[in-house]
T-cell receptor, first 112, second 110 residues
Framework: NAGVTQTPKFQVLKTGQSMTLQCAQD?????MSWYRQDPGMGLRLIHY???????DQGEVPNGYNVSRSTTEDFPLRLLSAAPSQTSVYFC???????????FGSGTRLTVV | DQQVKQNSPSLSVQEGRISILNCDYT??????FLWYKKYPAEGPTFLIS?????DKNEDGRFTVFLNKSAKHLSLHIVPSQPGDSAVYFC?????????FGTGTRLQVFP
């Protein structure tokens, strides 16, 4: 089915390890973004991209890197994981009509 | 600084009654507002939206009201059903960014 695919669904990391959360979409949407969801904090924007080759910071970008080499993929990298990055991460795209975001099913990350 | 606030973390409503979820924002530059519904272990799903040039938008049982002077929007669900039990997030859009509130957990009981 068309939509936003996130991998992995679950991940446990040790402090200091690095990893990449994958996000892929097949809707040809230019806009993609990453959010993290924490209890009592709602969904907070980490990074976003308005098209291939263009990325920008959101509300909470520190500790995360992104790149956008293709329209389809928008990976989120943690270079040195910290316990404060334990969260559920969601990738989202926005249609060109600007009406409504489509979210992936999330990646639950635990940093110990 | 929380630009979008949902001050009620939870709401409990009897089936058949009206559910009213509230949201306040601080940035007058937001020009589009959305409501999302989220079930456990799933991503948020789009529910309803409203442009800043309107004060009401209706879609079936769901109605969103916008009061720009008060920087306040609300979601009304009538009648409430048990399947509506979920976490509801309001969100405000400005150019390239979508900012979410902290969410309200709605529970609809029989």
């Amino acid at each position: 089915n068309a939509g936003v695919t996130q991998t992995p669904k679950f991940q446990v990391l040790k402090t200091g390890q690095s990893m990449t959360l994958q996000c892929a979409q097949d809707m040809n949407h230019e806009y993609m973004s990453w959010y993290r969801q924490d209890p009592g904090m709602g969904l907070r924007l980490i990074h976003y991209s308005v098209g291939a080759g263009i990325t920008d910071q959101g509300e909470v970008p520190n500790g995360y890197n992104v790149s956008r080499s293709t329209t389809e993929d928008f990976p989120l990298r943690l270079l040195s994981a910290a316990p404060s990055q334990t969260s559920v991460y969601f990738c989202a795209t926005l249609s060109d009509t600007g009406l409504g975001y489509t979210f992936g099913s999330g990646t639950r990350l635990t940093v110990v | 600084d929380q630009q979008v606030k949902q001050n009620s973390p939870s709401l409990s409503v009897q089936e058949g009654r009206i559910s009213i979820l509230n949201c306040d924002y601080t940035n007058s530059m937001f020009d589009y507002f959305l409501w999302y519904k989220k079930y456990p272990a799933e991503g948020p799903t789009f529910l309803i939206s409203i442009s800043s040039i309107k004060d009401k938008n209706e879609d079936g049982r769901f109605t969103v009201f916008l009061n720009k002077s008060a920087k306040h929007l609300s979601l009304h669900i009538v009648p409430s059903q048990p399947g509506d039990s979920a976490v509801y997030f309001c969100a405000a859009a400005n150019t390239d960014k979508l900012i979410f509130g902290t969410g309200t957990r709605l529970q609809v009981f029989p």
